[in-house]
């Protein structure tokens, strides 16, 4: 099981950027999807998360300028992202817990990561 995270960049403050993160390989079922992101020298944070049934959870910081959806079909999270804020630079990698088979228990897997920089 692998998850592709894509979409990063470098941004002026007041864009917009979208990430996708992708899963692959033997699923047999995704519980929540979620964005965490990484800033130089602090801890890792939950950005947002969305449940199997499209629900939906942000940081307060990120209230009202990101949005978190998903793809059942293709498996796929996104994170659409607007007025992007220079306190918005970190690392974003995406989350899930995957079970593999019918038997199975949910394990849970991460992105490799994707660097979005907001600077003028």
């Known amino acids: 099981v692998q998850l592709q995270a894509s979409g990063g960049g470098l941004v002026q403050p007041g864009g917009s950027l979208r990430l996708s993160c992708a899963a692959s390989?033997?699923?047999?079922?995704?519980?929540?999807m979620g964005w965490y992101r990484q800033a130089p020298g602090k801890q890792r944070e939950l950005v947002a998360v969305v449940t199997s049934g499209g629900s939906t959870n942000y940081a307060d910081s990120v209230m009202g300028r990101f949005t978190i959806s998903r793809d059942n079909a293709k498996k796929t999270v996104y994170l659409q992202m607007n007025s992007l804020k220079p306190e918005d630079t970190a690392v974003y990698y995406c989350?899930?817990?995957?079970?593999?088979?019918?038997?199975?228990?949910?394990?849970?897997?991460w992105g490799q990561g994707t660097l979005v920089t907001v600077s003028s």
């Open positions: 390989g033997r699923i047999f079922s995704i519980n929540a």
């Open positions: 989350n899930a817990p995957i079970k593999t088979n019918s038997g199975g228990v949910f394990q849970n897997y």
